[in-house]
């Protein structure tokens, strides 16, 4: 059984910890947040130890791996402090936000050899896993394009988290679809159109992009654009949603999770079941939980992961540019390839 600490008790490690619970293969025995009552409140749920400050956890703990799912712009340090700490680690999305924080995150990895998974959902879904295949397989015929929409409801900037102000809908919502596209074209992004609009956030004293609309053209020429939309209202009837294609010579893929699959009415309430997570004979499975425990074979099998770091990074880079060309009134930027 894998001893997990979990770095950041807010909605994404309240997640994880759920999916963690009862899992043959991991138990969090630790939680850490600079807010004390946040680590203490999951600390109690898991019957782990509380810490406020991640290298007190480090050294205080004997953890063979780490998930961090602090806000966007703070994943360096932690990231650090686990690397030379020699944990395994599962990073949640972005990568990074500032490319200096990524070129030493990258460096402390290489360093200290660590094993790290990224916290890229799609990679774990059967929709995307299908695309993946699609692609691979040959029968698309050459990709030539994709185009990708992510939204969230207004909720999500405006009442779910505190920091929406220092992050984007692009770092947001886009890092997911951005990492999805490398992963299925596998190949290397060259250059970056994007514009963003400000408005409704601003207006509600929230400083950043509504809407951010972006161009990635890959090394083929294959073009694939994508939409991050965070002020979806709040009466739409999902709370986040997802559309994506792929198209080749030969065929097109697609998938909308926009789109309720199930949908439930009662006399006082119209809601829309989940079907990503859930118990068969009170063993959890599903989204998840698939990547934790894909996680815990990789590091028990030593074996590679599905979504490595180098793609977080490769990722990162794209976002980079995507906030390079808004600043720049939609200047075509170039990507460097290193
Ligand atoms: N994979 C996904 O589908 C998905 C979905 C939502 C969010 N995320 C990502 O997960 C990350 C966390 O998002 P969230 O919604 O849980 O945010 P959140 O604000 O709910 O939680 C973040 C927590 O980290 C804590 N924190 C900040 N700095 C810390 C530090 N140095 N050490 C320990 N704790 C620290 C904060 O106090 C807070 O409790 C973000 O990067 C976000 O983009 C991923």
């Known amino acids: ?29 630790a939680v850490c947040d600079v807010f004390p009552e946040a680590a203490k409140s999951l600390a109690e749920q898991m019957n782990a130890a509380a810490y406020t400050d991640v290298q007190t956890m480090l050294d205080k703990e004997e953890l063979d791996a780490v998930i961090i799912a602090t806000p966007d712009g703070l994943h360096a340090e932690p990231f650090i402090a686990c690397c030379k700490a020699k944990k395994a680690i599962m ?13 030493r995150m990258i460096a402390a990895m290489k360093e200290n050899g660590n094993l790290v998974q990224m916290a890229h959902l799609f990679r774990f879904l059967p929709f995307y896993i299908n695309m993946k295949n699609a692609a691979e397989s040959g029968e698309l015929g050459e990709l030539i394009s994709s185009s990708g929409t992510s939204i969230d409801r207004i909720f999500v900037p405006t009442k779910m988290l ?13 890092s997911h679809l951005i ?3 490398l992963w299925i074209f596998a190949e290397k992004p060259v250059k970056v159109r994007a514009t963003g609009i400000k408005k409704k956030l601003v207006s509600m004293g929230i400083d950043t992009y509504d809407v951010v609309k972006a161009e990635v053209t890959l090394a083929s020429g294959a073009v694939c654009s994508f939409e991050g939309n965070w002020i979806y209202p709040n009466s739409w009837p999902i709370m986040a949603g997802v559309m994506m294609s792929v198209t080749g010579t030969e065929g097109t893929i697609s998938t909308n999770t926009m789109d309720p699959i199930m949908q439930k009415g009662t006399a006082s309430e ?9 118990e068969i004979g009170g063993y959890r499975v599903g989204l998840r939980r698939n990547m934790l425990e894909a996680f815990a074979r990789t590091i028990l099998n030593k074996t590679e992961t599905v979504a490595p770091a180098e793609d977080g990074y490769e990722a990162m880079k794209v976002l980079c540019a995507i906030d390079r060309s808004m600043q720049e009134g939609g200047r075509e930027v170039l990507l460097e390839q290193d």
Do not use: N, Q
């Open 1 to 29: 059984m894998l001893k997990l600490g979990i770095i950041g008790c807010g909605t994404m490690g309240k997640a994880h910890a759920a999916s963690a619970k009862d899992s043959s293969y991991v138990r969090v025995t």
């Open 91 to 103: 990073l949640e999305k972005p990568f990074a936000t500032d490319p200096e924080d990524g070129k």
């Open 162 to 174: 505190k920091w929406a102000g220092k992050t984007s809908p692009s770092w947001f919502l886009l």
């Open 179 to 181: 990492d999805a596209i």
């Open 270 to 278: 119209y809601s829309i079941p989940g079907i990503l997570e859930y």
